[in-house]
């Protein structure tokens, strides 16, 4: 196979503003020089296609609490998936030709809480990310991609999907039968209803639109194990019922959910907690609110107390290792599971992609094609 001599990507440039002083631009670039493989240890991968997750629009809106600086002319973005195209001398186990998935976080093969070390080279702000043709990565830092999947569906599939695996089964495994409340329909919640709902368990879901729950449902309704009560999948509208916990509560007969995926920080934690039942888990994974006007008697919550006597165990969840990577793509080949994707954009117009990111117009993943 004969490989170009240049190709396609984007960079981050500084679009710094003494508001916000940490805000980039992405910049497109239709001949940069072709990418060498660094090490005998690193493959070429031809990127197919790429997720943007939030943290991607975080970087871009200089709103990224990383501790670590994201420098000008990185790639951009997280998540994707491609084929290798080259492979260097000492790789093992991989060759030309194998569809892969590639982690976003390298180096984090096993431990079970993410080394700083990774953290810092953390894809798509800390290292290059997708947004490239062809990506050069060490061998270990990839995973091989379930036969039943297209790109699309597989780009997004590390990152927020092990994130949700590690929320159900990273730390006290979900029991089937279980119930598990998972917050708006975005990429992580997504992957979490679904793991849920196909291991056994029943689902509540919250949104802000009663048009995004009637879709999620009939998606979801697909996964039913035959016979299923007719609750495992429930839904509530957090603008139209502000007090969702307390429905939260009612749904469940008073005893609250046993897993919470909390993505929305601030102006939905307590509520989480309230929602739990004794013992249960509160996974904190996300700070969605953080972006939105959180109404002063949430922000004046004793959210200690509240943990005290909920009796929660809450945990902050920082996505997953290449192990739990590999037990979630195991699960999704036996499973037969496809990740929600609800828009697909062409590379050129990956600016239009993260529009819809900040409009949260999506439901589970956007994803762009990269190349053909
Ligand atoms: N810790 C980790 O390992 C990890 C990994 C991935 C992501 N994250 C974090 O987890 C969060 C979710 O990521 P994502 O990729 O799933 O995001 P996403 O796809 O952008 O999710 C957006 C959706 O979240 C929902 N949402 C926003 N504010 C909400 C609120 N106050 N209450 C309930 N739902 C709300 C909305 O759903 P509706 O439109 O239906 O209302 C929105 O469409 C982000 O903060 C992200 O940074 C963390």
Request: hydrophobic share 20%.
């Given at each position: 196979m004969s490989l170009p001599t240049t190709q396609k990507k984007y960079t981050l440039e500084s679009a710094a503003t003494p508001e916000r002083p940490k805000a980039f631009k992405i910049t497109y670039h239709s001949s940069a020089p072709f990418p060498t493989?660094?090490?005998?240890t690193s493959v070429l991968v031809n990127v197919k296609a790429l997720a943007l997750s939030a943290r991607d629009l975080q970087i871009v809106k200089g709103e990224y609490p990383a501790p670590h600086a994201v420098h000008p002319g990185t790639v951009p973005v997280g998540s994707g998936a491609g084929e290798i195209v080259a492979v260097g001398p000492e790789v093992k186990g991989y060759t030309v030709g194998d569809r892969v998935i590639l982690m976003g976080m390298p180096g984090h093969h096993f431990q079970p809480d993410l080394p700083q070390s990774s953290l810092e080279r953390s894809?798509?702000?800390?290292t290059d990310g997708t947004a490239q043709e062809y990506i050069p990565m060490e061998y270990e830092d990839l995973l091989l991609a379930p036969s039943h999947l297209d790109w699309i569906e597989l780009a997004g599939l590390c990152g927020s999907s092990v994130t949700s695996w590690v929320h159900l089964w990273g730390h006290q495994p979900l029991l089937p039968g279980s119930t598990v409340l998972c917050l708006g329909t975005g990429g992580v919640s997504m992957y979490a209803a679904q793991f849920a709902l196909v291991s056994g368990s029943s689902v509540i879901i919250t949104s802000s639109s009663d048009e995004k729950l009637a879709k999620v449902k009939k998606i979801l309704e697909k996964l039913l194990i035959p016979g299923s009560s007719k609750d495992a999948i429930r839904t509530i509208n957090y603008n139209t019922t502000p007090e969702w916990d307390v429905e939260v509560r009612k749904m469940t007969g008073g005893r609250g959910v046993d897993n919470v995926i909390e993505v929305g920080g601030w102006g939905t934690c307590a509520k989480s907690v309230r929602s739990v039942r004794k013992g249960g888990i509160v996974g904190?994974?996300?700070?969605?609110?953080?972006y939105h006007e959180v109404p002063m008697e949430l922000k004046m919550e004793d959210l200690s107390k509240l943990i005290l006597y909920s009796a929660a165990n809450v945990r902050g969840i920082f996505v997953g290792n290449r192990t739990q990577a590999e037990q979630m793509l195991r699960f999704v080949d036996r499973a037969g599971l496809r990740p929600v994707v609800s828009e697909v954009y062409d590379f050129a117009d990956l600016p239009k992609a993260y529009e819809a990111m900040e409009k949260a117009s999506h439901i589970g993943k956007v994803v762009v094609r990269v190349s053909a």
């Open positions: 493989l660094p090490t005998p894809r798509g702000g800390g904190v994974s996300g700070y969605l609110s953080t």
